[in-house]
């Protein structure tokens, strides 16, 4: 089935996916072959629905998925999201929306296998850099910076670049449902404000995640 969907990827395609993502022609022909999976409707598109383990959980859940017969041209190929809500993986964990919505452009409902393998490339281990290190080509997509971008995003519901503690109880309550009462979700939220907070703002920005995950990273 590799080869088969190699045939309908373009040798150039290919190429350009592996300098942009980082994977393997052997990771794309296979990634391809469970993108065109997804596609329910065979419409060529994939519909959308909504931290590290999050991803992790993501690339692994694609990398299990049955291959089907149907197979379409990468120009042609794009899933929505309620292709995403059908892999039970997803449907069940809390931030299935979330981590859906990530691979959807703002505004659109759909995502080809060109964007599709931009955000998979998030989920890449950072240690694969060194293995096609580029010095004078772009950030690799699966840096650390990059990847606590990936992270922030899940957190920043409203997009305005900074996690609120509404926004840290929304996530929290996702996580935990109603296994910690709301009182017990409060303190967290507001110790994590409290220990992230740098400026005052009472809210966490990018710069200040981004301490407090090396810090965290220190104490593990």
Known sequence: MGSRASTLLRDEEI???????????????RLYSRFTSLDKGENGTLRSGGNQCACLLLYLLISKMRILKHMTRINMCLLHRE???????LAINPLGDRIINAFFP???????????MRTLAHFRPIEDNEKSKDQNGPEPLNSRSNKLHFAFRLYDLD?????????????????VGVNISDEQLGS?????????????D??????????????FQKEM
């Open 15 to 29: 190429e350009e996916i592996k300098k942009e993502t980082g994977f393997s022609h052997s990771q794309i022909t």
């Open 83 to 89: 292709d995403f809500q059908r892999i039970p993986e």
């Open 202 to 215: 009472s809210a966490i920005s990018f710069a200040e995640f981004v301490k407090s995950a090396a810090r």
């Open 188 to 200: 967290i939220a507001d110790r994590t404000i409290q220990e992230a907070d740098q400026d005052g």
């Open 159 to 175: 997009k305005d670049d900074k996690i609120s503690r509404d926004e840290l109880l929304q996530v929290l309550r996702m996580m």
């Open 106 to 116: 703002e505004g659109e409902d759909q995502v080809n296998f060109r964007g599709f």
